[in-house]
């Protein structure tokens, strides 16, 4: 509704629509009962490596093997997608890595489309590049390695000094040492 109460024009609405699902950071990709791929954002196309106009049209099917031939472990995505496919309703999210041209880490998140009277329509798939969040992930793992490593030396030191102090009698002298080396 406007100003005025009265209803937009159709025109406006959807030119709304465009604008806002064209300016998103993440892709979009809605595919129609057919398996035809119905409508596509450029980031879409852009996180899969294909050009915008290579897309819209054409079935969902070849859209889906042309990304998996660039991916790491086609058979496993593949996998993920059917299982995906199944429980629509659910909403699922499958990630996988595209290899090539540009090697990034994809997540999908697939979620049903009805219409205003509960007609199922198709389906939309969100679709993100999270390559800097499985990179965080990575940089995160690696420090707590290190720092992991680096506690345990100085603890083995502490450890050893603290098994030789309780095997046996020692001098005042060499008792003193170790306690400082402890220290």
């Known amino acids: 509704m406007n100003e005025q109460g009265t209803a937009l024009p159709v025109a406006f ?17 809605v595919v129609d009962t057919s398996g035809q791929t119905v409508y596509c954002n450029q980031r879409a196309a852009e996180i899969y490596g294909v050009a915008l106009d290579g897309i819209i049209g054409l079935r969902s099917s070849l859209v889906r093997d042309d990304v998996l031939s660039r991916v790491a472990n086609p058979k496993e995505v593949i996998g993920d997608f059917q299982e995906a496919m199944s429980h629509l309703d659910d909403m699922p999210v499958i990630e996988f890595k595209i290899v090539w041209p540009v090697s990034r880490h ?4 697939f979620f049903p489309i009805y219409g205003n ?4 329509l198709g389906r939309g798939t969100l679709i993100r590049d999270v390559s800097s969040e499985r990179e965080l992930d990575r940089l995160r793992a690696d420090i ?12 083995a030191s502490i450890k050893g000094c603290a098994a030789t102090l309780l095997q046996s009698q020692w001098d005042p002298d ?8 402890i220290d």
Do not use: K, W
């Open 117 to 120: 009277d509960g007609r199922f």
């Open 13 to 29: 609405d959807s030119s709304i629509l465009r604008a806002l699902v064209g300016g998103m950071v993440d892709g979009i990709a």
């Open 106 to 109: 994809v997540q999908l998140r």
């Open 144 to 155: 707590v390695s290190i720092v992991s490593h680096e506690i345990r030396r100085p603890l």
């Open 174 to 181: 060499t008792l003193d040492g170790l306690v400082r080396i």
